[in-house]
Structure formats: C-alpha cells, structure tokens
C-alpha cells in the first residue's frame, strides 16, 4: 500500500514496521522521516502483513 506523506510536514513516512507482542498479536508503527510523529497501534491479526495493511490505513486516514 502506497503511504500518504505526512499529515504534519508534509514529509515522506518510513516503511511500516511490525513487532509480534504475542501469539496472535501485532505491534505495528510508522514513523516519519520529516517530523517526529510515530504512529503505534497493537492488532489482534493473523499475520503482521495485515498488521501492517491495518497501520497503512490509520495513516492515510489521519486528519
Ligand atoms: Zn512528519
């Protein structure tokens, strides 16, 4: 999924990364590049792909 640039400064989002917390439970964040605006969320998914998918969505969704 192609990430919007940042809601904030305008500059280019990092790659969405995924850390697996438990068995069927996903920590995924994007970072910027341009500002210090970390987005983290924690997903009860069946794989970090859609862990990740779901962090893309928040971002390009934000205000
Ligand atoms: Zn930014």
Excluded: H
Excluded at 5 to 28: H, L, N, T
């Amino acid at each position: 999924m192609k990430l919007d640039p940042c809601k904030f400064c305008g500059g280019a989002p990092g790659d969405p990364r995924d850390d697996q917390i438990e068995f069927d439970s996903w920590v995924a964040s994007i970072d910027c590049t341009g500002c210090d605006i970390t987005i983290t969320m924690q997903y009860s998914v069946d794989s970090p792909l859609l862990a990740r998918e779901r962090i893309s969505k928040l971002w390009n969704s934000k205000p």
